[in-house]
T-cell receptor, first 109, second 113 residues
Framework: KNEVEQSPQNLTAQEGEFITINCSYS?????LHWLQQHPGGGIVSLFM???GKKKHGRLIATINIQEKHSSLHITASHPRDSAVYIC???????????FGQGTRLTINP | NAGVTQTPKFRILKIGQSMTLQCTQD?????MYWYRQDPGMGLKLIYY???????DKGEVPNGYNVSRSTTEDFPLRLELAAPSQTSVYFC????????????FGSGTRLTVV
């Protein structure tokens, strides 16, 4: 079992829909990261969380440390949000990230 | 402020050839990383460095070597390319490995034939 699991693996939605991507982890962490990767493109850091909730524009990230779970929400989704969203965790005591497999999001106009 | 710069963006190698993937950051980050991304898989750590002169193996180091002679540069060397090394390679940096945000390069798509 992977240390970081994302669901769903693939998600297709219509423009304007509210999107939720989930991330569960099984190890002690010092922080959780949400990353975005466009097709053929580089990786961009969206959020780094160690507790609570963060918001940036239409994107909201939450984390529940007790339940070892995080969610990434996109409100009023748009076709330009189509990308792979990756959850990664900074493991306590280690100098590295462990990555989930990513969620491929497609928003149709 | 360029962030993390990787070169080349694309490369095709023949089996047995060698090459160096270059990575430079201008943010004075202490920590630098090399990851590979295979289709349908999460990124895997190849090597990392916590500062100039210090490097350490990640999850998948076999077939690769690194050096960190300066804070800015962290090149990844493939000595004898194999088809299993066909992948997309990402360099990343952070100020603090545990709690700092990460900055990624744009990636190098390598094909070994």
């Amino acid at each position: 079992k992977n240390e970081v699991e994302q669901s769903p693996q693939n998600l297709t939605a219509q423009e304007g829909e509210f999107i939720t991507i989930n991330c569960s982890y099984s190890v002690g962490i010092s922080a959780l990261h949400w990353l975005q990767q466009h097709p053929g493109g580089g990786i961009v850091s969206l959020f780094m969380l160690s507790s609570g909730k963060k918001k940036h524009g239409r994107l909201i990230a939450t984390i529940n440390i007790q339940e070892k779970h995080s969610s990434l929400h996109i409100t009023a989704s748009h076709p330009r949000d189509s990308a792979v969203y990756i959850c990664a965790v900074s493991i306590q005591g280690a100098q590295k990230l462990v990555f989930g497999q990513g969620t491929r999001l497609t928003i149709n106009p | 402020n360029a962030g993390v710069t990787q070169t080349p963006k694309f490369r095709i190698l023949k089996i047995g050839q060698s090459m160096t993937l270059q990575c430079t950051q201008d943010m004075n980050h202490n920590y630098m990383y090399w990851y590979r991304q295979d289709p349908g898989m999460g990124l895997k750590l190849i090597y990392y460095s916590v500062g100039a002169g210090i490097t350490d193996k990640g999850e998948v180091p076999n077939g690769y070597n690194v050096s960190r002679s300066t804070t800015e540069d962290f090149p990844l060397r493939l000595e004898l390319a194999a088809p299993s090394q066909t992948s997309v390679y990402f360099c990343a940096s952070s100020y603090s490995g545990r709690e700092g945000g990460y900055t990624f390069g744009s990636g190098t798509r390598l094909t070994v034939v």
